[in-house]
């Protein structure tokens, strides 16, 4: 954790709206202490509304999620000055077409199918709320797999792996034999751009390190 931010988030409720395990573990992995309360938002907005810009799709999912958690918390005034809320969402996209998590096995086997031997884009919105001050901000991993034959994929489906991960696949796990060669921020494609987050928390808790 950035060192001017370990002492004032000392004085702050953390709170991570996202039950995602890799979120999870990289913001423990770099000393941050939060709770977690999972959104209940549907994450039912339509991409294709966001077909020119792709990357507000998943920063306006993240805003709902943390809007979400925000208004169940039922914060007093004092108690909003002393909360902040990060929200996420990933999505992937080859040609405009958005990939969330698979629907079933045919629908992983058909995305994984479909970035063999292609470049495809990583997107994770993330929306940080303090109190009444928001911030919003996203970063983009381009990820090229290399060309995978049937088998391969249909071993991987069965793995059971690429089932609750946007896109189908964990490049963190077992789905790094399917990755070629990534241009961006590894942990963008975990899930959550750590460096752009520290960067983004510092700014937003500026007035206060100053």
């Keep these: 954790m950035l060192q001017p931010l370990k002492y004032i988030l000392q004085t702050k409720r953390i709170i991570l709206a996202s039950g995602s395990p890799q979120r999870k573990d990289l913001l423990r992995a770099i000393g941050l202490n939060f709770e977690i309360i999972v959104s209940d938002f549907a994450e039912d907005l339509d991409p294709s509304l966001y077909k ?18 925000y208004n169940e918390l039922k914060l007093n005034e004092n108690e909003r000055k002393n909360v902040v809320i990060i929200g996420a969402d990933t999505m992937c996209s080859l040609d405009n077409v958005v990939y969330g998590k698979p629907a079933d096995v045919d629908d992983a086997f058909r995305m994984l199918k479909t970035f063999s031997n292609n470049t495809h884009q990583v997107c994770t919105g993330v929306c940080l709320l303090h109190g009444e001050t928001k911030r919003t901000f996203f970063e983009t991993t381009d990820v ?3 060309d995978i034959d049937n088998e391969t994929i249909r071993a991987y489906v069965e793995t059971g792996e690429p089932m609750n991960k946007a896109g189908a696949y964990g490049i963190q796990s077992l789905g790094a034999t399917l990755v070629k060669k990534i ?3 590894y942990f963008n494609v975990v899930g959550f751009p750590i460096h752009h987050f520290c960067t983004q928390l510092k700014a937003l808790l500026n007035s206060e390190i100053k």
Excluded: M, P
């Excluded at 810009?53 to 979400?68: F, G, P, W």
């Design 52 to 69: 020119e810009n792709l990357s507000q799709y998943v920063i306006d999912t993240a805003e709902h999620k943390c809007r979400h958690v």
């Design 144 to 146: 090229t797999f290399g």
């Design 183 to 185: 241009n961006g921020d």
